[in-house]
């Protein structure tokens, strides 16, 4: 290998460094509370879609909301996860 290649392998390591860095830069909402929120960036809160409480961004504070206070957004959803559950365990 010569030293050229060498430094040819070293600006490409660098380039997939660079999109590795920006990739893990956006951060990645998993939960599924944020199904019930709408996020706001400029005042970086959350908003809760059925009365409009804001939150910060602590996914136990949002389920605590949910759960006090529109349980039976829950109670369907439940519903209808027991209902999958048991499509489920048929196949099975």
């Not at 602590?58 to 959803?77: C, D, M």
Request: net charge negative; hydrophobic share 25%.
């Amino acid at each position: 290998m010569s030293s050229s290649d060498s430094s040819n392998n070293t600006n490409n390591d660098s380039i997939i460094n660079i999109g590795k860095d920006d990739e893990s830069s956006v951060k990645k909402r998993v939960s599924p509370v944020y199904q019930y929120f709408t996020f706001n960036d400029e005042l970086s809160r959350w908003y809760c879609d059925y009365c409009a409480k804001d939150f910060g961004d602590n996914t136990s504070n949002l389920w605590r909301h949910i759960k006090r206070t529109h349980s039976e957004i829950l109670g369907e959803s439940e519903k209808t996860n027991s209902n999958n559950n048991e499509k489920v365990s048929l196949i099975f």
